[in-house]
């Protein structure tokens, strides 16, 4: 298995535009999770689905980022407007009942 | 204050030391620990796994739970250069189902020869 597969790896774009981040998770795998990662914060977990249905997405900063899962193998994050406070690595995450298993993440910056 | 607290560091100790990191936490529900070691630009993954106190050794890794204190620790003897990374505590009250952990800030480890 490859694991979990993220896209891009390194995204830099302009505040103010769209950033889509994209996440496969590992087959068999039904609970997804989206974190963000910051040395201020460390890493908070901003919403996570469980069979393709959000459960929790409390930790989603504001109405600027949202969350899809439309089948069992695709997940996108997407800031739109984006913003320069934005600028962090983000981490998609799938897990069994008892490990999450991380992809190598996306690191952004908005300009 | 935060549900998980840990020490930033940079931890910086020679090779072959035996390095302990350590978490404290206030949420007494907690029952499962975790331990992430996370490499430069990569994500993390798990290194240990335990349930509730006492230990659990794997290699030069071990764990330590006191739940009476809320305090965790991961022992690294005989540390590598390898070691060098960050190291993440986790923690959540149920298992199986959805997993739900709260992490730490993690320790940032350096190990130089």
């Known amino acids: 298995d490859a694991g979990v597969i993220q896209s891009p790896r390194h995204e830099v774009t302009e505040m103010g535009q769209e950033v889509t981040l994209r996440c496969k998770p590992i087959s068999g795998h039904n609970s997804l999770f989206w974190y963000r990662q910051t040395m201020m914060r460390g890493l908070e977990l901003l919403i996570y689905?469980?069979?393709?249905?959000?459960?929790?997405d409390s930790g989603m900063p504001e109405d600027r980022f949202s969350a899809k899962m439309p089948n069992a193998s695709f997940s996108t994050l997407k800031i739109q407007p984006s913003e320069p406070r934005d600028s962090a690595v983000y981490f998609c995450?799938?897990?069994?009942?008892?490990?999450?298993?991380f992809g190598p993440g996306t690191r952004l910056t908005v300009l | 204050q935060k549900e998980v607290e840990q020490d930033p560091g940079p931890l910086s100790v020679p090779e072959g030391a035996i390095v302990s990191l350590n978490c404290t936490y206030s949420n007494s529900a907690f029952q499962y620990f975790m331990w992430y070691r996370q490499y430069s630009r990569k994500g993390p993954e798990l290194l240990m796994y335990?349930?509730?106190?006492g230990n659990k050794e794997d290699g030069r890794f071990t764990a330590q739970v006191d739940k009476s204190s809320k305090y965790i620790s991961l022992f690294i003897r005989d540390s590598q250069p390898s070691d060098s990374a960050t190291y993440l505590c986790a923690m959540k009250g149920a298992a199986g189902g959805s997993y739900i952990p709260t992490f730490g800030r993690g320790t940032s480890l350096i190990v130089h020869p």
């Open positions: 335990t349930y509730s106190s």
């Open positions: 995450a799938s897990s069994t009942n008892n490990e999450q298993f």
């Open positions: 689905f469980n069979n393709n249905v959000p459960i929790d």
